[in-house]
C-alpha cells in the first residue's frame, strides 16, 4: 500500500515537474527562435537601409555638384537640333566626330521609337516597343511637347555602364534627340559609387547572395545585356511588377546559384530625381544558411535542456516524493500493520457506497481478550498478534475488499458488491484463519485469543455510513454475547 502511495505521488509529481519544465524551456525556445529570426530580419532591412542610403548619396551628389551636365546636355542637344535645320540628311551626319567634339553618344530615335541612328553602332536598331515597352508612352509625350527632358541614372542595356540620358524632339518632331552621358567616368561617380557600397555590403553579409538596383524596365543598373539575363523574369518579375506598383516590399522564394534563395524587392523613390529614372527597386538576395544553423543549434540546445532538466526533475521528484509519501502515508494508514486507519475509513466507505451504488458489506471485527495477551506477554507480543490478525484478515479477503485497522484490537472490512452468502463466507474464513493463526501458536493457548465478528449490509441496513457502523456494531456485540469465534448479521437480530 505504502508503495502504491508512493509511486502514485512520484508519478503525479514527475508528470507535474515536467509539464512546468517543459513549458518554461519551451517558451525559452520561442523566445530564442523569435529573436533569431528578428536578427536575420534586422540584418536583412539593414542592408536595405545601407543599400538606399548609398543610391540617394550619389542622387544628392549629382543634384549638388552636377548641374553642369544637364546645362551641357541641354546645349548639345539645342545644337544637335540647329544642324538638323541646316542638314535634315542625318544619314550624312558623323557621328563619330560629333561624339568626339560633344563628349556625349548621340541617339537619333524615329517616329516608331526605333533608334534609326547613333553614334553608338551597336544601338542602332534598338526597338523601344520591344525593350522598353513602359517607356513608350513617355517618349511620345516627349516627342510632342517640343521641351528638353533629362532622366538621372540609367543602364546603357549592351554595355551596362551607368549613364545619364536626355530627350528633345527636334523641330518637325520626326526624331527625338537622344543623348547619353557617361556617369561613371566622372569624378562624382567614383567618389560615391554606389556598386562599390553594395558590393561591399554583400561581402559583409554572408547571408546575402547579391544586392541589385533594378530600372523601371526590370534591367540591373551596372550589367550588360547578354541574352537579357540581367532582366528579372518569372517569379521574381511578378514580384518586381508589385513592388513597383504598390511601393509595397515583396518576396519571392527561388533558386540562386542551385540553392533556395529569398528574393526581396524594395520600392526605391528618388528624391532628386524627376524623370522616368526616379523610380526604382532594390532586389536583396539573401539565403537563410545562417538562420537555419542557429535555429538548429537552439533545436539541439533545447532537446539537451529538456534531457537535464527531465533527469534532474525526475531525480527530484523521487527525493520529495520520499520526503513527503511518508507521512502522508501515515496520516491515512496504520504505522504497525500498513493498513487504511480510522482517518480514511469514513471518506472509503462513503465513496465505495457511492460508487457501487449497490450492496456493501461492512465487517466489524474485534479481538477478544486482546487485553489479556498485552498484559501477560507484553505490548510487542501484542503488536506481533495484531500483524498477524491484519495478515489473516487481508489473505482472508477479496482483491477488493477494504482492511482498515481502526485502532486497538479493532479492525473493518469494506466489501464492495458483496451480498450476504459471499459477506458470511468471508467472515467465517476470517474466523477459521485467526483461530488457526493464535492455536498455532504456543504462548497464546493459555489467553484464550478468539474474534467477534458483527455485519451490516448496505443498503438493507443502512444507506450512510453512520448507520452502518452502529448495526456492524449491535452485531459484533451480539456475536461476543453468544461465545466469540462467530459472527453475526444485524439483520438477523431484527
Not at 533608334?115 to 511620345?140: H, R, T
Amino acid at each position: 500500500m505504502n508503495f502504491r502511495f508512493g509511486v502514485k505521488l512520484t508519478f503525479t509529481m514527475i508528470v507535474f515537474a515536467v509539464v512546468i519544465s517543459f513549458t518554461i524551456a519551451t517558451i525559452d525556445h520561442v523566445r530564442l527562435r523569435d529573436q533569431a529570426i528578428q536578427n536575420k530580419r534586422n540584418q536583412v532591412e539593414n542592408n536595405e537601409l545601407m543599400a538606399k542610403y548609398a543610391l540617394e548619396t550619389i542622387e544628392k551628389a549629382y543634384e549638388v555638384f552636377g548641374n553642369n551636365i544637364t546645362l551641357k546636355m541641354r546645349e548639345n542637344s539645342r545644337n544637335l537640333d540647329n544642324l538638323y535645320i541646316k542638314n535634315p540628311s542625318v544619314d550624312t551626319w558623323d557621328f563619330a566626330s560629333l561624339k568626339e567634339s560633344l563628349g556625349m553618344d548621340i541617339y537619333l530615335i524615329d517616329e516608331h521609337n526605333v533608334i534609326a541612328y547613333s553614334s553608338y553602332k551597336p544601338d542602332i536598331g534598338l526597338d523601344f516597343n520591344a525593350c522598353c515597352q513602359k517607356l513608350v508612352s513617355v517618349m511620345n509625350e516627349r516627342r510632342l511637347s517640343g521641351e528638353f527632358y533629362d532622366d538621372g541614372m540609367d543602364n546603357e542595356l549592351n554595355t551596362g555602364l551607368i549613364k545619364k540620358y536626355s530627350y528633345m524632339p527636334t523641330h518637325d518632331q520626326k526624331y527625338i534627340i537622344q543623348l547619353g552621358y557617361s556617369l561613371q567616368e566622372g569624378d562624382i561617380f567614383n567618389r560615391f559609387n554606389f556598386l562599390n557600397t553594395i558590393d561591399e555590403l554583400v561581402k559583409s553579409s554572408p547571408s546575402t547572395n547579391k544586392i541589385n538596383v533594378l530600372n523601371i524596365g526590370g534591367y540591373i543598373l551596372g550589367n550588360a545585356r547578354i541574352n537579357d539575363d540581367q532582366k528579372v523574369s518569372g517569379g521574381r518579375r511578378q514580384s518586381f511588377e508589385q513592388t513597383l506598383q504598390t511601393g509595397e516590399t515583396t518576396e519571392y522564394r527561388g533558386i540562386w546559384n542551385n540553392e533556395p534563395a529569398i528574393y526581396r524587392y524594395v520600392a526605391y523613390v528618388s528624391k532628386y530625381d524627376t524623370g522616368t529614372t526616379r523610380n526604382k527597386v532594390l532586389e536583396i538576395i539573401y539565403n537563410d544558411k545562417d538562420l537555419e544553423t542557429v535555429l538548429s543549434n537552439n533545436k539541439q540546445a533545447f532537446i539537451f535542456q529538456l534531457f537535464i532538466i527531465l533527469i534532474i526533475t525526475i531525480v527530484l521528484s523521487f527525493i520529495i516524493s520520499g520526503w513527503v509519501a511518508k507521512p502522508m502515508h501515515l496520516a491515512f494508514h496504520d504505522s504497525l500493520t500498513g493498513l487504511k486507519n480510522r482517518a480514511a475509513f469514513d471518506e472509503l466507505l462513503k465513496a465505495t457506497i457511492a460508487e457501487e451504488n449497490k450492496s456493501t458489506a461492512l465487517l466489524m471485527i474485534d479481538l477478544d481478550n486482546f487485553k489479556l495477551v498485552n498484559d501477560n506477554l507484553g505490548h510487542d507480543r501484542g503488536d506481533q498478534l495484531l500483524k498477524s490478525v491484519a495478515e489473516c484478515i487481508t489473505q482472508s479477503a477479496r482483491k477488493d475488499d477494504i482492511t482498515i485497522r481502526l485502532g486497538g484490537d479493532e479492525f473493518v472490512l469494506v466489501m464492495p458488491s458483496a451480498d450476504k452468502r459471499e459477506a458470511g463466507q468471508i467472515a467465517a474464513r476470517i474466523i477459521d484463519a485467526i483461530v488457526e493463526s493464535t492455536t498455532s501458536e504456543i504462548d497464546l493457548k493459555d489467553e484464550n485469543v478468539t474474534v467477534s465478528i458483527g455485519i451490516s449490509l448496505f443498503p438493507e441496513d443502512g444507506v450512510d455510513p453512520d448507520t452502518l457502523c452502529k448495526k456492524a456494531d449491535q452485531a459484533l456485540y451480539a456475536s461476543k454475547e453468544n461465545g466469540k469465534n462467530q459472527f453475526h448479521f444485524y439483520e438477523d437480530m431484527v
